[in-house]
């Protein structure tokens, strides 16, 4: 039996890359699962593959609405909603502050925040009255750029830093009823987009070679596969194994964190 046996989860961003990654680890634990994704295609090949355990909704994470209905569809089909995971991001792809186009920098900001927290935080308004029925949780992708510089450019950075406080706010909020907390993963290959704003809307970041740099500032020097991350999601889900964390991040940096001071060349002789 499953750690989530019997549970019901939706995952925004479902339809590919690590989403679907956290979908495919649900089933296998025992969850049915919603999930609202953008890309009628992506969402074609997820239903066809897995069946009546996966309702799929199209839509948008920055509408309400959407948020609104695929938590109702998928409480009409399961019963109830145990986990909202909001899931679904865009990238800036390390463009750095100088380099932001001045004329679109206003609509770059917004669709970067629109997305990655907007989209978090409709979601988890959406969910709530369910959830707190439950007893449930919601958990929220953050990102190693959650806690550390150089993970992508200023707008992708404060995105998350966002998405950290968000996780802080609504765990003191809805407490004791509804357990809020986070998983923070580090690069993959991905279908990760970056914005439309920058011209990026269809360039994933599988283009980048994360392989080489993963390897140069990470203690593990190995580039993890979404369903490596998976299980964290699963672990913070269950009512069984984590009924105590709340507030709760899982940085999965790869020792990041601890591998020391960098080597700079060139440096200052002050």
């Known amino acids: 039996m499953g750690w989530l046996q019997g549970d019901v989860a939706i995952v925004t961003g479902g339809g590919s890359g ?51 209905r695929v938590v109702g569809e998928t409480v009409a089909r399961f019963g109830k909603l145990d986990t909202f995971i909001g899931n679904a991001a865009i990238w800036d792809f390390s463009t750095k502050l100088v380099d932001l186009p001045e004329e679109t920098m206003d609509r770059l900001f917004d669709e970067m925040f629109h997305v990655n927290v907007k989209g978090y935080l409709l979601g988890a308004r959406a969910a709530a009255r369910a959830l707190a029925a439950t007893g449930g949780s919601i958990i929220f992708t953050v990102s190693n750029a959650g806690f550390y510089p150089g993970g992508g450019g200023p707008l992708y950075t404060a995105s998350k830093h966002a998405v950290v406080g968000l996780i802080k706010e609504l765990a003191f909020e809805l407490g004791p009823k509804i357990r ?57 889900a269950s009512k069984t194994n984590s009924s105590a964390s709340t507030g709760v991040i899982i940085n999965c940096d790869g020792g990041m964190g601890v591998r020391g001071l960098a080597e700079i060349a060139g440096g200052n002789d002050l």
């Open 18 to 68: 690590l989403g679907r990654a956290v979908v495919e680890r649900f089933l296998n634990e025992g969850a049915r699962v919603g999930v609202l994704e953008k890309s009628a295609e992506k969402l074609a090949k997820l239903e066809a593959d897995l069946g009546d355990a996966v309702v799929g909704i199209q839509g948008d994470v920055t509408s309400y609405a959407d948020n609104v």
């Open 180 to 236: 809020v907390n986070g998983v923070a993963p580090g690069g993959m290959l991905t279908d990760l987009r970056g914005p439309g704003s920058l011209g990026l809307g269809d360039t994933s970041i599988a283009s980048v070679p994360l392989a080489d740099l993963v390897k140069q500032c990470t203690v593990l020097q190995q580039l993890p596969e979404a369903a490596d991350y998976a299980g964290n999601y699963v672990l913070l």
